[in-house]
């Protein structure tokens, strides 16, 4: 009976992986041409306990190959109890051409990042709001591609890429593999016309559509989802108007964790969003997800106890190993422009992983910047 469960599930996750990768295909790179900047933005960067990672964000942003009077910096300190306020201080003295703001986190709800967006939001002077994280770079042309993507679409809300600047470990390249696979699945889905997904540290959108849309209002009780939920709340109404980046110079690198602990709490926070997904394609792909990585842990135990033939297991694992190479090999292409192999480590050891965070996800709380968040 599990063989025919595992076959049943292994059918339709290859299906939603293929029609991803057929969405990937459907999106088409923007080519940057020459007209001159005129869209005004609001860089917002909410902050706790970033003294380490924060120079090198403000670096790249004072990099920026954009008109310094086309955007200003509002930064949030969601009450760090380090040196980050300091850091920002040095670099403000130093780059006195653009325009910044310090303002301290008002605690309004169960999210400490959707409150310090909601309370950068009022101040704000520039037409376009982005977020990013504090341990971002940004590329040099950054707001140069947007504002020109901008210029040529009938856009309001833009998603852009997230990938990890990472060391040469297998515990860097795991998690890069991982966020591969949900670049992927965010390309895709906008390709098939059924996007989900988006990442806060490359998020953009215009302050009418944010007030018009309510803002963050009737999702502040998850501390996650500042992104994802404003997507589809903006997508109930205003599809049109929300639409997808697709430029290397776009593309936000960010940093991968170095511990276990931290990239578990990490994931459980990401995969805690699911339970909010609005749409049924969301719903069910995130459904079969689990149950494909739940069934092969299983039936991996079931085969080690001679329950189970070994050839039903193998034929299962190679066909999804083979789908997910294909989703990934694209978002690689894409986003790294490098080298990829084989990751059949990562692969034998991501049902593991994907099992236990999203069943955690369902029950458990989290930790995040030294506080705990429930269920």
């Not at 063989?3 to 969405?23: N, R, S």
């Not at 991982?178 to 490359?202: E, R, V, W």
């Not at 995130?286 to 070994?310: E, K, R």
């Amino acid at each position: 009976m599990i063989e025919i469960t595992l076959y049943l599930i292994l059918a339709v996750y290859a299906a939603f992986i293929l029609q991803l990768i057929f969405g990937f295909y459907k999106v088409k790179s923007f080519v940057r041409t020459d007209e001159k900047p005129k869209t005004t933005f609001s860089i917002i960067v909410p902050f706790r306990n970033e003294e380490k990672n924060l120079p090198k964000l403000l670096k790249s942003i004072s990099n920026l190959n954009y008109p310094k009077e086309l955007f200003e910096i509002i930064m949030v300190d969601d009450f760090s109890t380090d040196a980050s306020e300091r850091v920002y201080i040095k670099w403000r003295m130093e780059n006195g051409l653009i325009e910044t703001t310090l303002l301290e986190n008002l605690r309004l709800s169960n999210s400490p990042k959707k409150d310090a967006i909601s309370r950068a939001v009022p101040i704000i002077k520039h037409e376009w709001i982005i977020t990013t994280d504090a341990d971002c770079i940004v590329n040099k042309n950054w707001l140069l591609t947007l504002d020109n993507f901008i210029q040529k679409n009938n856009a309001e809300m833009v998603v852009g890429a997230v990938v990890y600047k990472t060391r040469n470990n297998w515990f860097h390249q795991f998690q890069q593999l991982d966020l591969l696979s949900l670049q992927g699945t965010t390309i895709g889905s906008f390709g098939i016309g059924k996007p989900f997904m988006c990442n806060g540290a490359n998020f953009a959108y215009t302050k009418k559509l944010f007030n018009a849309i309510g803002g963050f209002g009737g999702n502040n009780k998850m501390a996650s989802g500042d992104d994802v939920f404003l997507l589809q709340k903006a997508l109930k109404n205003h599809s049109d108007k929300v639409q997808y980046l697709k430029n290397t110079d776009a593309i936000v690198k960010t940093k991968p964790e170095n511990n276990l602990y931290k990239l578990f709490m990490q994931r459980v926070r990401w995969a805690s969003k699911t339970t909010g997904y609005s749409g049924y394609y969301s719903k069910s792909l995130a459904v079969v997800v689990l149950a494909m990585n739940a069934l092969l842990v299983a039936s991996f135990g079931l085969q080690v106890s001679g329950f189970m033939d070994w050839k039903t297991l193998l034929i299962a694992f190679v066909i999804k190993y083979f789908v997910d190479y294909l989703l990934l090999l694209k978002s690689n292409q894409y986003l790294r422009k490098g080298n990829f192999i084989f990751p059949l480590a990562s692969s034998l050891v991501y049902p593991f992983f994907c099992s236990l965070v999203g069943i955690y996800s369902l029950f458990g709380g989290f930790t995040w910047k030294g506080r705990n968040f429930k269920k």
